[in-house]
């Protein structure tokens, strides 16, 4: 057994590609291309639907599923709060941070120092929100016991650019490295979510104290997973509609995956297993794949 304790995931579980239903698939191509230096990496046809792999370098960071004939998203309703990709330093932040605001499709949401992170917020022309970030090294995280502090402090996005950005990381492009450091949900309650996210999936509580929200995670990490109900309190489950349509989570072994299955019969849960993921619906009908590493964007596309 990779993890010690069979009732939470691995220290080191991570996040994988989020998979987005969209209604226009070549503009959202451009604009994630455009403003987060992603390159296409492969696409699949399955029926009337068109799937395709965004990245940097060889990392998935998005599939965009191309679903026309859906609703487009509702601000209300449970789905995604946000997508988080996390990049390895400030210059790289700070050159996507730019690509993004120079963007006219773009809509800045804002900015904030949390303390264990530097965040800049977007919402793209489908209404997805976006977070680009920056992690502080883990050494000056403070702890309150079993919580980490996390604040919301105005950063000051002009001042951060100029001490950041550098011509070298803006013409690097896509070959920086980037990944998916976290994915934020709405939800309608937060015991609901706290049962299936926290005692079904196994992630471990790191921060409960805010209003309306709760984050967690895996290896002690400030978050890989938050809920909040700040625009969904009392929402029933999804309709169906363009947006999030997968959240993946990636586990270090196939003992990993059992005690995960352990975890989800005991609660009563439906799920499915080809034995490199599981997959499962939260209260809400969003859906959650854990799987092993090395996915290929073939593996990807078959989602």
Do not use: C
């Not at 403003?35 to 799937?51: Q, T």
């Not at 790289?92 to 904030?112: K, N």
């Not at 502090?149 to 650019?161: C, G, K």
């Not at 471990?204 to 104290?209: D, I, M, S, V």
Request: net charge negative; hydrophobic share 40%; proline share 6%.
């Amino acid at each position: 057994m990779s993890s010690t304790d069979e009732r939470v995931l691995d220290p080191e579980t991570s996040m994988g590609a989020v998979t987005l239903r969209v209604g226009d698939l070549e503009g959202m191509t451009a604009y994630y291309a455009t403003a987060f230096a992603m390159e296409p990496l492969e696409e699949r046809s399955r029926a009337r639907e068109v799937h395709r792999v965004l990245g940097r370098g060889t990392t998935p960071l998005v599939r965009l599923v191309h679903t026309p004939d859906l609703p487009v998203v509702d601000p209300r309703q449970p789905g995604l709060f946000h997508t988080a990709f996390l990049f390895d330093d400030r210059a790289s932040l700070a050159a996507t941070v730019l690509r993004a605001a120079q963007d006219p499709r773009s809509r800045f949401v804002g900015s904030s120092d949390h303390l264990v992170s530097e965040a800049f917020y977007f919402t793209d022309p489908e209404g997805n929100g976006v977070e680009l970030y920056t992690d502080r090294d883990r050494s000056t995280w403070i702890h309150d016991g079993e919580q980490i502090r996390m604040a919301t402090a105005y950063l000051d996005p002009d001042d951060y650019l100029r001490r950041h950005l550098s011509q070298a990381a803006v013409d690097a492009g896509p070959s920086l490295a980037g990944k998916v450091g976290h994915v934020h949900l709405q939800v309608g309650d937060l015991t609901s979510a706290r049962e299936f996210y926290v005692d079904a999936i196994g992630f471990e509580p790191t921060q409960t104290g805010y209003p309306g929200a709760v984050f967690a995670s895996a290896g002690g990490y400030h978050h890989h997973i938050a809920m909040n109900t700040w625009n969904s309190r009392g929402a029933g489950p999804r309709a169906a509609s363009l947006g999030l349509g997968d959240v993946s989570v990636t586990v270090p072994a196939r003992d990993d995956l059992d005690a995960l299955a352990v975890r989800l019969r005991g609660r009563g849960l439906q799920f499915a297993d080809d034995g490199r993921a599981i997959t499962v619906d939260d209260p809400w009908g969003t859906q959650v794949t854990v799987g092993l590493p090395d996915l290929t964007t073939d593996e990807l596309l078959a989602r």
